[in-house]
Nanobody, 125 residues
Framework: QVQLVESGGGLVQAGGSLRLSCAAS????????MGWFRQAPGKEREFVAT????????RYADSVKGRFTISRDNFKNTVYLQMNNLKPEDTAVYYC??????????????????WGQGTQVTVSS
């Protein structure tokens, strides 16, 4: 079992930055492909970013490419999402997710086994 706890959300003006953290316990994240997803009010959950358990491969949603960066610190057992140049349309609850290394990288939320409780990000215009 993997327990995931997100933090770092908040209210920020458009153009600002936030760094989300996802701290894991129970297992070493070095063996897990990690993903970030988000869900805005009235919308379905959508993929944001993913990083392979191998650490090298990443993939981003087109809407965040060039602005968001996923990274991990295996010593701290934590995954991060650095979000720059935030836009009002980035407003959502952000979730981190983990799947054991069956998948190198995956953008499909249904393939993730473990989820955090989410952290709210609000971007004002």
């Amino acid at each position: 079992q993997v327990q995931l706890v997100e933090s770092g959300g908040g209210l920020v003006q458009a153009g600002g930055s936030l760094r989300l953290s996802c701290a894991a316990s129970g297992r070493a994240l070095s063996s897990y492909t990690m993903g970030w997803f988000r869900q805005a009010p009235g919308k379905e959950r959508e993929f944001v970013a993913t990083q392979s358990w191998r650490g090298g491969s990443t993939r981003y949603a087109d809407s965040v490419k060039g602005r968001f960066t996923i990274s991990r610190d295996n010593f701290k057992n934590t995954v991060y999402l650095q979000m720059n140049n935030l836009k009002p349309e980035d407003t959502a609850v952000y979730y981190c997710a983990a799947v054991f290394r069956d998948y190198d990288i995956t953008t499909d939320g249904r393939q993730y086994d473990y989820w955090g409780q989410g952290t709210q990000v609000t971007v004002s215009s």
